[in-house]
């Protein structure tokens, strides 16, 4: 088993499904990582998907029908048993092969789309699992090398333009927008990728969360490549 996360307050490291979802976040800690170097092929999976549109969900059923060598047939059970893992535990897990996410570009001072890092947000106790089988995976960062968005002065004024319902409040506008769960990376800040087949479970903010929610984004696509996602 690899440790390339352990010495990060920001990670706490497991080794199976079962410690994933009951360890408690505590303190700095707002990731948790099931850190796995997996074996089996999962480019041979990747390339025999069919994408449709940007972004397709890929069901179990449809990973059964593929004809796969050895190492192929190791990276489908390996995605199925993950699938069913948080599944049991009542999870509604989607897989998807993604080859990019629409971008925000309705306004040039802010970005709200998944490639700005970012918090979830429920009104239910809940937390976000991720595992990048193949592509480029996802950043998370620390809380404290991150401003928020609406707090940064020039990107605040102009989101005060765009406020012109006199019956909402500021504040409520920018939560209505979902222009407060988006951040900007200080200037020395130093995001940590979540590497390839690692099963991630993040802090979401929500009203019985005791951490900090987990900042994370998307990432860039590697040109001329798709992603496969495990995200629920």
Sequence with gaps: ?????????????????????????????NAICWERNLDGDFFEIVS????????????????????????????????????????????????????????????????????????DRSSISTDTYLCTYYGAASDIIPNNEVEQKILIPEIRT??????HDANEDFESFLKDNFFDLHYQPKPD????????????????????????????RAPKENDNEYRLLLIC
């Design 1 to 29: 088993m690899y440790h390339q996360f352990s010495d990060n307050k920001q990670v706490k490291t497991v080794s199976s499904f079962s410690e994933l979802i009951t360890t408690n976040f505590q303190g700095e800690a």
């Design 48 to 119: 025999q998907l069919e994408l449709k549109d940007n972004i397709t969900e890929i069901t179990i059923d449809d990973l059964q029908q593929l004809n796969l060598s050895e190492k192929g047939n190791l990276a489908r059970k390996i995605i199925i048993n993950d699938m069913n893992y948080l599944t049991d535990f009542g999870a509604m897990p989607s897989l998807n092969l993604l080859k990019k996410y629409e971008r925000d570009d309705e306004f040039d001072f802010i970005s709200t789309d998944v490639y700005s890092f970012h918090v």
């Design 158 to 163: 102009e989101l005060k333009k765009l406020h």
């Design 189 to 216: 800040a130093q995001p940590l990728n979540l590497g390839l087949g690692n099963l991630w479970r993040l802090a979401v903010d929500h009203p019985n969360q005791n951490v900090l929610p987990c900042v994370h």
